[in-house]
């Protein structure tokens, strides 16, 4: 037996001596709702599908209904899959009573198999996001703000609008992705933020910035500042990160303009994923977007009739490709709208940019359009690139007083 | 650059040794002269039974908890790489046969191997900046390297147990000098899943994300050897030993890796008795 084979068998050894010491697998330690159905719900009441998939980063179980539509009290019996062993009380399918007076809202703990961890979870049903429309237009002048506390102790701002004297919670920003690898980042160092000097009032503030060591390492070095409609999941913010952007909601108007007023500042060194400086420069970028939320073939979700969100991927007709689910796109960072002389200004500068159709739609279906199948997002971002996390650290891009305005109603 | 002083310190020390052993050899002579002073009996007596050999070879093992805890799977692979020690070693013995003796001697050694396992609820710290971090039970899989600098004092009897076999065991002090690789303890958790905090905690999918515990080491580790040695010819022989450390590589205030770790190896080489 010469060195080499004695080394091997004695890995052979090592290997075969320590895998009969594995130990049984212990409990699950995981307290996780993974899905909800509501089957006893009338599917009048009810927007989307009677199954709903939780993210693991929630608290929250939101069923989505039309409250307008909803009696004022109603028995239901939802039933839920948890962690493998985890158990949930009550008891999943048992009868509770969603009312008006307990706000829709109804609490549940999950312990895990373990027995040592638990979550304790809201599941509600809550009124599904639809573009609310005053008159024939949506004015954003984005006063309000709230300040999010992680459960790491990481802290930044939520932007929220007041429509009609209720709360709108429709504008999300990947805060939460940037708090993963920057806990203890202050509040005005988030790529999103709320501040003062806004053309009115307060304004929303997105600001390229360097991530950090972890997020070079998975090639993620910088995030741009984002501020969109829709919602942000921060389960793949670090595998996939433009899955985690999941844009749109429920219109039942037809947009015909998207609107607001701006300040840039263009950061000086334009680097790619690898922090590599190239000879260009950052510029912003602000488009809305109207799309059909089905696949390539016209379909929703077959198994769950969830509408199909546009995301990172998806969001704009070039990237979409082949899917032709979007309608019609006001983008602003287009040669003849970008204009240099006025990209950098001292001053909020006011653009106003029509919706054009996207090949092959040349015109609304208004039937389809009152029965909710189209959806609208607004994106806007410090950094065209930032999608690709390419961008100039210090791109600085000041917005307010975002307006769409729709096609005036016929009746 | 610092490990190569303390090589260079070292392969010294043996030289030093040898010389040493060398100069006593011809006090043998000394003796057989007609002036003998009282000291230098004393010191021929003490010398008589004193043996002085240099072993050099190959050490294979694992850094490992003992036993190994829930939280690990499934071992997915395991590579012992090349790692080699050199030792150079006192031995005196006693008594009218010379049977039983003690050994005090100095080793610079490799301990270091990599592992690939298959983890669930493994706690895991991933770094970054001090800032940071991701710490929390990962679940998925998880590339182990180690690559310890040793220099290691072991005080053994021996037991001479024929005119070929001689045994050794007792326990060892090693002090943790660096690393000949990039780092001492350190990989990458990959495909699969961190809890920010605890299993209820943010959940956070991971491709790939580097983790170094090498600040973390202790710098001292004690353990207890077992060998034999069998002699080829006058002055060589064959020689191995299984070392067992017995206090956890990881220093008391780190609580990442929620579980002990004990650097287990075996060594083959050959040893030169002079």
């Known amino acids: 037996m010469n060195i080499k084979s004695t080394i091997i068998f004695a890995s052979l050894l090592c290997i075969s001596a320590l895998s009969s010491c594995i130990q049984d697998e212990a409990p699950n330690a995981e307290a996780d709702i993974l899905t909800c159905t509501v089957p006893d719900l009338d599917p009048m009441y009810l927007y989307g599908s009677e199954t709903i998939e939780v993210s693991k980063n929630s608290n929250e179980v939101n069923i989505l209904v039309f409250l307008s539509k909803m009696p004022s009290e109603i028995q239901l019996s939802p039933t839920f899959t948890t962690t493998e062993g985890a158990t949930i009380t009550p008891t999943s399918g048992s009868t509770l009573t969603f009312s008006k007076n307990n706000g829709y809202k109804q609490t549940y703990t999950v312990t895990s198999q373990s027995g040592k961890y638990f979550r304790n979870y809201t599941v509600q049903l809550k009124e599904a996001n639809v573009f609310k429309v005053n008159g024939d237009s949506r004015i954003f002048s984005f006063e309000y703000s709230s300040i999010f506390k992680e459960p790491t102790n990481a802290q930044y701002q939520k932007i929220y609008d007041v429509f009609e004297g209720e709360k709108d919670t429709i504008w999300e920003s990947a805060n939460a992705g940037f708090a993963i690898t920057n806990k203890k980042a202050s509040i005005d160092a988030y790529p999103t933020t709320h501040v003062d000097n806004g053309k009115g009032g307060k304004c929303v503030c997105l600001r390229t910035s360097l991530v950090g060591a972890l997020g070079k390492m998975v090639n993620m070095p910088m995030a741009a500042g984002n501020f969109f409609i829709g919602s942000f999941d921060k389960s793949n913010a670090m595998k996939s990160a433009l899955t985690s952007t999941k844009f749109g909601i429920l219109t039942y108007r037809n947009p015909l303009s998207f609107n607001f007023s701006y300040k840039f500042k263009r950061g000086d060194k334009f680097t790619n994923e690898k922090l590599e400086v190239l000879s260009e420069l950052d510029y912003p970028d602000a488009y809305a977007v109207l799309y059909r939320p089905f696949d390539k073939d016209g379909k929703r979700d077959s198994t769950i009739v969830n509408p199909i969100l546009l995301d990172g991927t998806s969001v704009l007709p070039e990237k979409s490709g082949a899917r032709g689910n979007i309608v019609a796109c006001a983008k602003w960072n287009n040669k003849d709208i970008v204009n240099e002389d006025n990209l950098e200004t001292a001053e909020f500068h006011h653009v106003s940019i029509p919706f054009k159709f996207v090949a092959p739609y040349s015109e609304i279906n208004h039937k389809e359009l009152k029965d909710g199948q189209y959806y609208l997002t607004v994106v806007f971002t410090s950094s065209y690139k930032g999608d690709y996390f390419y961008g100039a650290e210090g791109s600085t891009l000041y917005i307010d007083e975002a307006t769409i305005t729709f096609e005036p109603e016929n009746e | ?274």
Request: charged share 25%.
């Open chain 2, 1 to 274: 650059m610092k490990h190569y002083k303390h090589i260079i310190a070292f392969v010294l020390l043996i030289c030093s040794l040898s010389l040493s052993a060398q100069e006593k050899t011809e006090g043998e002579g000394t003796l057989m002269g007609p002036i003998v002073d009282q000291t230098e009996y004393a010191k021929f007596a003490f010398l008589r039974g004193v043996e002085y050999s240099i072993r050099v070879g190959y050490e294979i093992g694992g850094t490992s908890p003992m036993p190994l805890p829930a939280e690990i799977r499934k071992i997915e692979g395991f590579k012992p790489g090349m790692h080699f020690y050199v030792e150079g070693n006192v031995n005196k013995s006693f008594g009218l046969k010379h049977k039983w003796g003690l050994l005090l001697g100095l080793r610079l050694e490799q301990k270091g191997m990599s592992t690939k396992a298959q983890v669930k609820n493994y706690f895991m710290r991933m770094e970054g900046d001090k800032d940071e971090d991701i710490e929390g039970p990962f679940t998925g899989h998880v590339e182990t390297k180690v690559e310890n600098l040793y220099l290691s004092i072991p005080l053994l009897v021996t037991f001479k147990a024929s005119d070929r076999w001689k045994l050794r065991f007792g326990p060892y002090y090693s002090h943790l000098l660096g690393s000949l690789d990039e780092d001492n303890f350190y990989g990458t958790a990959y495909d699969g899943y961190i809890r920010e905090g605890d299993p209820t905690g943010g959940y956070i999918e991971v491709t790939s994300a580097n983790y170094d515990f090498s600040e973390n080491l202790r710098r001292w580790n004690i353990g207890v050897q077992f060998g034999a040695e069998w002699k080829v010819l006058k002055h060589l022989s064959v020689a191995a030993d299984l070392q067992w450390g017995l206090n956890d590589i990881f220093k008391n205030d780190f609580k990442v890796i929620t579980f002990n770790m004990y650097p287990i190896y075996g060594n083959i080489g050959i040893a030169y008795i002079f």
